[in-house]
């Protein structure tokens, strides 16, 4: 398996439910990402991981947590979810530049977890 | 915060046709990136640049970084069905180094 991959492709949940969502890189970058895609809107940088320490959190809810047990893994445990969070999401992966807080390199993406929240 | 304006919004041609796209920003980047999504996909990169005048080609895709590094456009020589999608600009700002992204140019190719 090569590049980005993203479980589920599509999931469909209610407000009351808990899930996760996993994406897991196979080209040996180290900062990992998450990206919310709506309708006509640019894409949402949620959170970043920079050798599996969260670097960055774009004020995203509660209702979103992200975890990052190594470098090839991320994941977004979902639960209490409102209607308005059924998006597109994405996961990227970058090379991290050692020694610069916050620098993002060029990010390669997964084809993202399609999410309906009922 | 910072914004991209990447325009046109959409665009309908013939299949054929040559398409130029182009984003703007009233920052400085140090990055150009241009991505392709297509439907139920994510985006995938297209050609980056990394400095100002750089004029980088991908098949029938060129991309050019603006001199004054606040712009960059795509061109796609001789449309084909499967240039279909949206393309998104992506630019590192000079400042915190974060990458930001367009909302995108929608591609359309008429029969």
């Known amino acids: 398996e090569t590049g980005v991959t993203q479980t589920p492709r599509h999931l469909v949940m209610g407000m009351t439910n808990k899930k996760s969502l996993k994406c897991e890189q196979h080209?040996?970058?180290?900062?990992m990402y998450w990206y919310k895609q709506s309708a006509k809107k640019p894409l949402e940088l949620m959170f970043v991981y920079n050798f599996k320490e969260q670097t960055e959190n774009n004020s995203v809810p509660s209702r979103f947590s992200p975890e990052c047990p190594n470098s090839s893994h991320l994941f977004l445990h979902l639960h209490t979810l409102q209607p308005e969070d059924s998006a597109l999401y994405l996961c990227?992966?970058?090379?991290?530049?050692?020694?610069?807080?916050?620098?993002?390199?060029?990010?390669?993406f997964g084809p993202g977890t399609r999410l309906l929240v009922l | 915060g910072q914004q991209l304006n990447q325009s046109p919004q959409s665009m309908f041609i013939q299949e054929g046709e040559d398409v130029s796209m182009n984003c703007t920003s009233s920052?400085?980047?140090?990055?150009w990136l241009w991505y392709k999504q297509d439907p139920g996909e994510g985006p995938v990169l297209l050609i980056a640049l990394y400095k100002a005048g750089e004029l980088t080609s991908n098949g029938r895709l060129t991309a050019q970084f603006g001199i004054t590094r606040k712009d960059s456009f795509l061109n796609i020589s001789a449309s084909i069905p499967s240039d279909v999608g949206i393309y998104f600009c992506?630019?590192?700002?000079?400042?915190?180094?974060?990458?930001?992204f367009g909302k995108g140019t929608r591609l359309h190719i008429l029969p």
């Open positions: 992506a630019g590192r700002t000079s400042g915190d180094d974060k990458i930001i």
């Open positions: 920052s400085i980047f140090n990055t």
């Open positions: 080209l040996g970058h180290n900062a």
């Open positions: 990227a992966s970058s090379q991290a530049a050692a020694g610069l807080a916050g620098h993002q390199e060029t990010q390669y």
